[in-house]
T-cell receptor
Framework: DGGITQSPKYLFRKEGQNVTLSCEQN?????MYWYRQDPGQGLRLIYY???????QKGDIAEGYSVSREKKESFPLTVTSAQKNPTAFYLC???????????FGDGTRLSIL | GQQLNQSPQSMFIQEGEDVSMNCTSS?????WLWYKQDPGEGPVLLIA?????ELTSNGRLTAQFGITRKDSFLNISASIPSDVGIYFC?????????????FGTGTRLKVLA
């Protein structure tokens, strides 16, 4: 089936550790996105990528890093510099500029 | 960053009632999207709108692209318990020149049986 796969579903991080969240899509979409969602809040854009080997900062990029080496993959690293990483992280993709975004099922990150 | 003003923030309704919610922006948009999110899941696209004045239905859901291009509306008719969830609007700022969408803060809907 075509879709967006995020893994793992749940992730735990110790203080001072970096963790990487996976996002893979087999929809042949050009653009991919990472959002952060806090309880009772909307979606805030962390990073997005419109083509391979290129990405742009969103509204809350500090403490996060991404790469886009392949069209189908857009991993997000939550670094130790992110002081409040506990949140629900959503990955999305779209085929073009005026087309809807489609979302994965999310990864919930918690701090031990 | 910019977020859309979505209202109401939350609502409790009786099963069978109709629901209305809206989204407003300070920018002109050329695309409006409506999503539903269930707890612990990613948002699922309900309706996409591409032209000012456009009215589009998806089952019991109807959405409209406001003629000013700065607002959009979603109506749910004859609500049922599975309509419970968070409804998000999203819009694309035509001036951005990017693939970015701006999201509303969500309307939390609870349906009382």
């Amino acid at each position: 089936d075509g879709g967006i796969t995020q893994s793992p579903k749940y992730l735990f991080r110790k203080e001072g550790q970096n963790v990487t969240l996976s996002c893979e899509q087999n929809l042949n979409h050009d653009a991919m996105y990472w959002y952060r969602q806090d309880p009772g809040q909307g979606l805030r854009l962390i990073y997005y990528s419109q083509i391979v080997n290129d990405f742009q900062k969103g509204d809350i990029a500090e403490g996060y890093s991404v790469s886009r080496e392949k069209k189908e993959s857009f991993p997000l690293t939550v670094t130790s510099a992110q002081k409040n990483p506990t949140a629900f992280y959503l990955c999305a993709s779209t085929i073009g500029s005026n087309q809807p975004q489609h979302f994965g099922d999310g990864t919930r990150l918690s701090i031990l | 960053g910019q977020q859309l003003n979505q209202s109401p923030q939350s609502m409790f309704i009786q099963e069978g009632e109709d629901v209305s919610m809206n989204c407003t922006s300070s920018s002109i948009f050329n695309t409006w999207l409506w999503y539903k999110q269930d707890p612990g899941e990613g948002p699922v696209l309900l309706i996409a709108l591409y032209k000012a004045g456009e009215l589009t239905s998806n089952g019991r859901l109807t959405a409209q692209f406001g003629i000013t291009r700065k607002d959009s509306f979603l109506n749910i008719s004859a609500s049922i318990p599975s309509d419970v969830g968070i409804y998000f609007c999203a819009g694309r700022d035509r001036a951005s020149g990017t693939y970015k969408y701006i999201f509303g803060t969500g309307t939390r809907l609870k349906v009382l049986a």
